[in-house]
């Protein structure tokens, strides 16, 4: 199947910066669209950041001019570059990938394990 691995999640003072990673792989004929979502203790998932497979993208309204995203579709991998890092940016960051497989005519989405972004002083 497709599985999909986060790194670059860590501890980080206020203002300073993160850049986190997300490599799919496995039996991948295609990719469509790249996502960052993040979910904070007690709260809903969000949908961070996404782009498409042509490089469109789009952020959700708290991170823009702040987090970029970005991807090596050579590499199946996409990124999020987190900069002015704020306090309440400390979630758990999970990237998903809408993937068509190798025999598959249809696209299906997979998620990563989960990566843990804290911002304290």
């Known amino acids: 199947q497709v599985q999909l691995v986060e790194s670059g999640g860590g501890l980080v003072q206020p203002g300073g910066s993160l850049r986190l990673s997300c490599a799919a792989s496995g039996s991948i004929s295609s990719i469509n669209a790249m996502s960052w979502y993040r979910q904070a203790p007690g709260k809903q998932r969000e949908l961070v950041a996404d782009i498409t497979s042509g490089g469109s993208t789009n952020y959700v309204d708290s991170v823009k001019g702040r987090f970029t995203i970005s991807r090596d579709n050579a590499k199946n991998t996409v990124y999020l570059e987190m900069n002015s890092l704020k306090l309440e940016d400390t979630a758990v960051y999970y990237c998903?990938?809408?993937?068509?497989?190798?025999?598959?005519?249809?696209?299906?989405?997979?998620w990563g394990q989960g990566t843990q972004v804290t911002v304290s002083s």
């Open positions: 998903k990938a809408v993937v068509r497989t190798v025999g598959s005519s249809y696209y299906t989405g997979y």
